[in-house]
């Protein structure tokens, strides 16, 4: 995310300027869809082994199941900064995400990437909006995933910003079995250097105090991927992976991983270990 996207993104959430015209949002009952498609793209290596460094992943002539992901990002912010998107990027949250890989994507392969988002839809707490990407080669599909981000309408909570939203998907237990991960107080600033998405909530005690946090938190995609990398010697080819995300991790930080065998694949967990407060839950299925 440039600084300029990033300004753009900024200034729809703040009094007074989100009104100036060029920066005033459209109304919601307006917003019937955006799409958009960047350029072909060709996954290079050097790419793929930093995020694969910083998400656990080994090194392989096949990227991890979750990197398509940071092609599609670009799109994702420059839907959210049009000023025909409702809701302003900054404060918009990611909740659920769902992959699914049609088979192994390699290093070297030239990829199409689209992004498309419908109009909002009614969500327990607030607004939602399902960005759907789709990944192609040479006109084969071949990647796609859902990413569910929601804009909360406040209800006085004081915790709104570390609750789970009730209603959304539920999934399969997967209790911790021992294995910890602690996470340092920089990995958001090195995720964000490879994916792109440098929210100020990631980066920095001090921004992510600006936005509500005690101090900056983990990329929601980043634990997703941390999940799937703990579990991809045992993932097929074509599979699909379901999240959401719960609790925010502090960083610095500890999380405990869990994860319990299904008949089609596995649960997976991410929670912290003083009390068992859920960050993520998701699942694996074979397709």
């Given at each position: 995310m440039a600084l300029p996207t990033l300004l753009k993104a900024a200034l729809p959430s703040i009094p007074v300027v989100n009104q100036l015209p060029g920066i005033r949002k459209s109304p919601v009952e307006e917003f019937s869809g955006i799409r958009l498609s960047r350029p072909p793209v060709t996954v290079e290596r050097a790419h793929v082994e930093r995020y694969a460094?910083?998400?656990?992943?080994?090194?392989?002539?096949?990227?991890?199941?979750?990197?398509?992901?940071?092609?599609?990002?670009?799109?994702?912010?420059?839907?959210?900064?049009?000023?025909?998107?409702?809701?302003?990027?900054?404060?918009t949250v990611h909740v659920e995400n769902s992959v699914t890989a049609h088979r192994r994507i390699g290093v070297g392969e030239t990829l199409e990437v689209s992004v498309a988002v419908g109009a909002p839809a009614p969500h327990a707490k607030g607004t939602a909006y399902s960005f759907v990407t789709e990944v192609t080669a040479e006109g084969e599909p071949v990647w796609e995933s859902t990413s569910t981000y929601l804009r909360r309408v406040s209800t006085g909570s004081t915790n709104e910003r570390s609750e789970s939203a009730p209603g959304g998907p539920s999934y399969p237990d997967a209790p911790p079995h021992g294995l910890t991960w602690r996470l340092p107080a920089d990995l958001g600033r090195r995720y964000a250097a490879v994916s792109g998405d440098h929210n100020p909530i990631h980066l920095y005690p001090l921004t992510a105090r600006a936005l509500g946090f005690p101090r900056q938190i983990a990329h929601g995609m980043w634990s997703k991927a941390r999940c799937v990398a703990a579990l991809e010697n045992r993932l097929p080819d074509a599979v699909r992976i379901d999240v959401a995300f719960k609790k925010p991790i502090l960083l610095p930080g500890t999380v405990a991983f869990g994860s319990a065998p299904l008949e089609d694949g596995y649960a997976f967990s991410l929670t912290r270990p003083k009390d068992g407060a859920p960050h993520l839950a998701g699942r694996t299925t074979a397709l």
């Open positions: 460094e910083v998400c656990g992943f080994p090194s392989r002539d096949t990227v991890p199941v979750t990197y398509p992901h940071l092609l599609a990002f670009p799109l994702h912010m420059a839907i959210m900064s049009d000023q025909a998107f409702p809701a302003p990027a900054i404060g």
